[in-house]
């Protein structure tokens, strides 16, 4: 009895040690994360060419949308959120035209303000803004598109009224609109390969 509890024992030992020891394999070997998820080595920086503002302001809409929203400067503070998240990411450099191994283009294209929430008056309480661009990233070597992506989309809501709620107004959440888009940005230029 006391053999086989001996045997046991050894048994034990050797499976712990087979199991640390492939655990310490694995976590050693890494598991695929870099510091440059997706990105192809040869693209270290990236111009990001100032976004067009193509925001059709002449157009009539129907049903209860009224005519687009336009924002003075938006495609300029757009331009500027998209450089300072490449700089805070640190996953490639903004460059000048000339230097740069990649360039981002974009047109805004859509600045859309949406009721979410009203109160007992009808009077609305909650907004969610919607900024939209199309973007075309392109290989400055060849001029060749990496990839193009229509309508995409950075968004926030944000209180205009009510009790008990951090009221901001709508300039307040359309900065938080473009800082999201310009996470989205790099997000996609950056990860999705």
């Known amino acids: 009895m006391e053999a086989q509890s001996t045997q046991h024992k050894a048994h034990r030992k050797w499976c712990c040690s087979f199991v640390l020891s492939a655990v310490c394999c694995l976590l050693s070997a890494g598991c695929g994360y870099s510091a440059r998820p997706g990105l192809p080595s040869n693209y270290k920086t990236v111009y990001i060419k100032p976004f067009a503002n193509k925001i059709d302001v002449t157009r009539l809409t129907s049903g209860t949308e009224q005519y687009p929203i ?6 300029v503070d757009l331009t500027n959120a998209v450089i300072n998240r490449f700089q805070f990411t640190g996953l490639m450099r903004p460059s000048s035209q000339d230097r740069a191994d990649t360039r981002l283009e974009g ?36 001029n060749a598109i990496i990839w193009e ?16 709620v951090t009221v901001e107004t709508e300039s307040q959440a359309l900065d938080r609109a473009l800082t999201d888009l310009a996470r989205r940005i790099v997000e996609r230029t950056v990860e999705n390969w």
């Open 70 to 75: 336009y924002r003075h400067r938006m495609e």
């Open 107 to 142: 047109e805004l294209v859509e600045f859309r303000r949406d009721a979410l929430r009203y109160n007992a008056q009808q009077q609305v309480e909650e907004w969610r803004l919607n900024v939209v661009v199309n973007l075309r990233f392109i290989d400055q070597s060849n």
């Open 149 to 164: 992506e229509e309508r995409l989309t950075g968004d926030t809501s944000y209180f205009a009224s009510g009790n008990n």
